[in-house]
């Protein structure tokens, strides 16, 4: 059993930060892909952000310079620190987890509000 625990969304005007922070833990050997998707009201849910175990990173362009993705291996946790957040950064982020193992893991949700 895999647990993904996100933490560190709210409500935050445009032009603010936050960051989002997801620790796994549980039945865990190794931790490949590691990243945050996000889904808007109406919207279908989109890669935010992903980082492989060796650290190379990947983002949507629409928050390519705005947002960095990061992670510890050693604590089997993934960031995400926003910055410039618009309104239509607005939306419920989801951490996501590529084991070892072929096993894919999906958090909860975060939700994530930028006011204009």
């Known amino acids: 059993q895999v647990q993904l625990v996100e933490s560190g969304g709210g409500l935050v005007q445009a032009g603010g930060s936050l960051r989002l922070s997801c620790a796994a833990s549980?039945?865990?050997?190794?931790?490949?892909?590691m990243g945050w998707y996000r889904q808007a009201p109406g919207k279908q849910r989109e890669l935010v952000a992903d980082?492989?175990?060796?650290?190379?990173?990947n983002y949507a362009e629409s928050v390519k310079g705005r947002f960095t993705i990061s992670r510890d291996n050693a604590k089997n946790t993934v960031y995400l620190q926003t910055s410039s957040l618009k309104p239509e950064d607005t939306g419920v982020y989801y951490c996501?987890?590529?084991?070892?193992?072929?096993?894919?893991?999906w958090g909860k949700g975060t939700l994530v509000t930028v006011s204009s």
């Open positions: 996501n987890i590529d084991l070892s193992n072929g096993m894919n893991y």
């Open positions: 549980g039945n865990i050997f190794s931790i490949n892909t």
């Open positions: 980082i492989s175990r060796g650290g190379r990173s």
